[in-house]
């Protein structure tokens, strides 16, 4: 008889070996047909945000972002909610022990009733011969990874969009103070060109053009400070903390690490927290599809209770009868309404869908990283441009102005060469933020900004 219960629990935990299955990352090798075989990518990631971002105002307002931020916080209770369920899956392998204490009246009125009392602990435990339990546990770890994952892609996205925010701010400050300065440039136009009119060398055309012009830089003035006002808000809203005065430096004070080393691109953008995230989230799945197979097999149960039973008033070390019990037990499933049947195709079709998931995030982060890296590159070329273009632009109002002086030039070629100065003045500032902006999403893209 023990040989025999030997063989069957043998076979049976054989058997159950087949449903402890480890998630391996699927082969999406196919992939690095996302990239050009001639292109390099940068290690961006390897520096931490506080190395990568080296303005000491910025880096105050990331770990503010990072202590306060709304949706970090709620990352951290997503994390303490995983940690309890997987808690909860350890303590499934556990038996469950109950006490039933009973009381019972017999017998008639008056000296003939008897009182007598039972104590029984009994205790459960179910063999997890098919996995149903370990499924489970795995499927609560993986949950439990993936929080931290969430956390840390929000972390890094944080950081980013507080670096954007922090980083228009600075443009802005930039094309303001070009605006002033060039309304303060045509209003001693209008003073020259309204001594010239009355010396009879402009006419009232030119007075007003030149009016005109500086109207339309007033205007600019008062957009760009009322969107300073609202990128302040926006930045302290990241933050999660009421407006306040951000203080900031310029945009020409920015500096970022110089020598990158390279890596193979597939291998970098499966570091990033969105894609191994994704990955989680296929793992989760992949376990629950293996939970819900292991339903449709028995569940092996082991219950024992042991405990006492006599009349009131005798003293519970000397029990008028002991009572222990031992019970094994095996429930196939059989007809469960369907249920079984629905929540594997349920699960199935899940985790199909979570493995077209991943294969997408990894799509888009390889987008992302040849999008980024593009508009890095374009905004440097243009950034050189710009600089060349203004100091031709310079040489060309001096030398109109100098012209008009001895009335070898008109107004209007003075007037369009100081407005293509002010336009080319403020590309400049908007190509350099677009640089800046370049090299933070391409940062992000690679999975910059996390701390593991």
Same mark, same amino acid.
């Given at each position: 008889?023990?040989?025999?219960?030997?063989?069957?629990?043998?076979?049976?935990?054989?058997?159950?070996?087949?449903?402890?299955?480890?998630?391996?990352?699927?082969?999406? #090798?196919?992939? @690095?047909?996302? %990239?050009?075989?001639?292109?390099?990518?940068?290690?961006?990631?390897?520096?931490?945000?506080?190395?990568?971002? &080296?303005? +000491?105002?910025? =880096? !105050?307002?990331?770990?503010?972002?990072?202590?306060?931020?709304?949706?970090?916080?709620? *990352?951290?209770?997503?994390?303490?909610?995983?940690?309890?369920?997987?808690?909860?899956?350890?303590?499934?392998?556990?038996?469950?022990?109950?006490?039933?204490?009973?009381?019972?009246?017999?017998?008639? /009125?008056?000296? !003939?009733? #008897?009182?007598?009392?039972?104590?029984?602990?009994?205790?459960?435990?179910?063999?997890?011969?098919?996995?149903?339990?370990?499924?489970?546990?795995?499927?609560?770890?993986?949950?439990?990874?993936?929080? @931290?994952?969430?956390?840390?892609?929000?972390?890094?996205?944080?950081?980013?969009?507080?670096?954007?925010? %922090?980083? &228009?701010?600075?443009?802005?400050?930039? =094309?303001?103070? +070009?605006?002033? @300065? &060039?309304?303060?440039?045509?209003?001693?136009?209008?003073?020259?060109?309204?001594?010239?009119?009355?010396?009879?060398?402009?006419?009232?055309?030119?007075?007003?053009?030149?009016?005109?012009?500086?109207?339309?830089?007033? !205007?600019?003035?008062?957009?760009?400070?009322?969107?300073?006002?609202?990128?302040?808000?926006?930045?302290?809203?990241?933050?999660?903390?009421?407006?306040?005065?951000?203080?900031?430096?310029?945009?020409?004070?920015?500096?970022?690490?110089?020598?990158?080393?390279?890596?193979?691109?597939?291998?970098?953008?499966?570091?990033?927290?969105?894609?191994?995230?994704?990955?989680?989230?296929?793992?989760?799945?992949? %376990?629950?599809? @293996?939970?819900?197979?292991?339903?449709?097999?028995?569940?092996?149960?082991?219950? !024992?209770?042991?405990?006492?039973?006599? *009349?009131?008033?005798?003293?519970?070390?000397?029990?008028?009868?002991?009572?222990?019990?031992?019970?094994?037990?095996?429930?196939?499933?059989?007809?469960?309404?369907?249920?079984?049947?629905?929540?594997?195709?349920?699960?199935?079709?899940?985790?199909?869908?979570?493995?077209?998931?991943?294969?997408?995030?990894?799509?888009?982060?390889?987008?992302?990283?040849?999008? *980024?890296?593009?508009?890095?590159?374009?905004?440097?070329?243009?950034?050189?441009?710009?600089?060349?273009?203004?100091?031709?632009?310079?040489?060309?109002?001096?030398?109109?102005?100098?012209?008009?002086?001895?009335?070898?030039?008109?107004?209007?070629?003075?007037?369009?060469?100081?407005?293509?100065?002010?336009?080319?003045?403020? *590309?400049? #500032?908007?190509?350099?933020?677009?640089?800046?902006?370049?090299?933070?999403?391409? %940062?992000? /893209?690679?999975?910059?900004?996390?701390?593991?």
């Amino acid at each position: 008889m023990k040989r025999y219960i030997f063989l069957v629990c043998a076979t049976l935990s054989l058997v159950g070996c087949g449903f402890r299955n480890t998630f391996e990352r699927p082969n999406v #090798s196919n992939l @690095h047909e996302l %990239y050009d075989a001639d292109t390099m990518y940068m290690r961006l990631a390897d520096y931490s945000w506080r190395e990568f971002f &080296t303005d +000491t105002l910025l =880096q !105050g307002y990331i770990e503010r972002g990072l202590e306060y931020n709304i949706d970090m916080r709620t *990352a951290k209770l997503n994390i303490a909610q995983a940690e309890a369920a997987l808690d909860a899956a350890r303590y499934a392998f556990l038996p469950s022990v109950n006490a039933s204490l009973q009381a019972t009246l017999a017998g008639g /009125a008056g000296d !003939g009733a #008897s009182f007598n009392y039972s104590l029984i602990p009994t205790a459960t435990w179910e063999a997890d011969v098919f996995g149903k339990q370990w499924n489970a546990k795995q499927g609560a770890e993986v949950a439990l990874e993936q929080a @931290h994952l969430a956390e840390q892609a929000i972390q890094s996205r944080l950081i980013s969009s507080i670096a954007n925010n %922090y980083y &228009t701010l600075l443009m802005l400050d930039e =094309q303001l103070k +070009t605006s002033k @300065h &060039t309304l303060t440039t045509w209003e001693e136009n209008i003073r020259t060109l309204t001594a010239l009119k009355r010396a009879g060398k402009a006419t009232e055309a030119a007075v007003l053009q030149a009016k005109a012009n500086k109207f339309s830089v007033e !205007g600019s003035v008062l957009t760009l400070e009322r969107q300073i006002v609202e990128q302040e808000e926006a930045l302290a809203n990241l933050m999660g903390v009421l407006p306040f005065e951000i203080k900031r430096g310029t945009l020409d004070e920015q500096k970022f690490p110089e020598e990158w080393s390279v890596g193979v691109p597939l291998e970098l953008v499966s570091l990033r927290p969105d894609v191994r995230q994704a990955e989680a989230n296929l793992a989760t799945k992949f %376990y629950a599809y @293996h939970e819900a197979r292991a339903a449709f097999f028995p569940s092996i149960t082991l219950t !024992g209770s042991t405990g006492w039973m006599d *009349a009131v008033g005798q003293a519970i070390s000397d029990p008028g009868e002991f009572i222990l019990k031992l019970v094994g037990g095996i429930v196939q499933p059989i007809f469960a309404r369907g249920t079984n049947v629905v929540r594997k195709e349920i699960a199935s079709s899940q985790h199909q869908a979570a493995l077209l998931q991943y294969r997408q995030t990894l799509l888009n982060a390889g987008a992302e990283v040849n999008n *980024a890296l593009k508009m890095w590159q374009t905004s440097r070329e243009r950034y050189a441009i710009d600089l060349k273009q203004i100091v031709t632009l310079k040489a060309a109002v001096w030398n109109t102005q100098l012209l008009m002086k001895y009335g070898s030039a008109s107004y209007i070629e003075v007037l369009t060469a100081q407005q293509n100065l002010l336009n080319a003045e403020l *590309a400049q #500032s908007s190509d350099r933020y677009s640089e800046i902006q370049g090299i933070i999403r391409l %940062y992000y /893209a690679l999975g910059g900004g996390v701390e593991w």
